[in-house]
């Protein structure tokens, strides 16, 4: 197995990455869609948050509120460390689970906002990075997603530097230009995962 660390910061145009490398054959882990899983309501994950956060970050039909808990969280790093203490290590038990589901020959592709920031780096035979300029994620964040330039700004600022991003990468996916020009790297990138894989078991 081949066990793959994909990043970028936000903006930067991972989810597609993710989506071609699925689509080429990979297992996608993805870290985002299971920190939602595991505070659905129900669980335990969400338990604890309105613990730690109190009630007012419920919906009227105790879901979570995600935008009430972005705004209280991205404005104080103590309450995003409080919040990550709680989602990290049930997002890392349930990605375990799914790797070890994936079968000895699989490439198994973790899709991992925060790897940098958390120091993720080593659980991974090797680490893409989704590059793209801060002036092409803002206009992104702005322009495609429709955030305040304020909040595009602090998410932005909440996350690893670019420099840091690239500092721990083994491949680099340039996506600073249009969506045409993304495929062939990833295709280029898949190339040479599979052919580690195939070094690794031979």
Do not use: C
């Not at 955030?147 to 998410?155: D, G, K, Q, V, W």
């Amino acid at each position: 197995m081949l066990k793959v660390g994909l990043t970028g910061g936000i903006g930067a145009g991972k989810s597609e990455v993710s989506r071609l490398l699925a689509g080429y054959g990979a297992v996608v882990v993805d870290a985002d869609r299971i920190a939602r899983e595991v505070v659905e309501p129900g669980t335990a994950g969400l338990a604890a948050v309105v613990e730690a956060f109190g009630p007012e970050v419920l919906t009227p039909e105790g879901t979570l509120d995600r935008p009430k808990l972005g705004s209280i969280v991205f404005a104080d790093p103590e309450k995003l460390n409080t919040l990550n203490g709680i989602v990290h290590p049930l997002v890392g038990a349930r990605s375990a689970e799914l790797e070890r589901a994936a079968g000895p020959d699989a490439i198994v592709v973790h899709d991992v906002p925060l790897l940098t920031e958390n120091g993720l780096a080593p659980l991974y035979d090797l680490v893409v990075v989704v590059d793209a300029a801060p002036g092409t994620q803002l206009a992104r964040l702005t322009g495609l997603r429709g955030m305040a330039e304020s909040e595009a700004r602090a998410r932005m600022a909440a996350q690893a530097t670019r420099e840091q991003r690239l500092a721990v990468a083994t491949l680099v996916i340039d996506n600073d230009g249009p969506l045409e020009a993304l495929e062939p790297q990833v295709r280029k990138v898949w190339e040479e995962l599979t052919a580690r894989a195939a070094a690794a078991r031979g």
